[in-house]
């Protein structure tokens, strides 16, 4: 849970595409989040998962713009 004045990395959206890349070729979610300095392994999880149920769409970074 994000605490107050926390601040949150953006990743662009090719780093993302290359942690999905990884992960299809067999890699584990801490190995991508290590090799991609990433802050941590969960943040790769949770990219896979959007991508498996959205697509490419549910990688975007939607935080402040409204639906």
């Known amino acids: 849970m994000a605490t107050k004045g926390q601040v949150f990395k953006p990743y662009p959206f090719e780093l993302k ?6 992960n299809r070729e067999g890699w584990s979610h801490k190995q991508i989040a290590e090799h991609l300095d990433v802050h941590d392994k969960d943040c790769v999880k949770i990219g896979v998962r959007k991508y498996r149920e959205q697509g490419s769409n549910g990688l975007m970074d939607c935080r402040g713009n409204p639906s």
């Open 17 to 22: 595409m290359e942690a999905i890349r990884l």
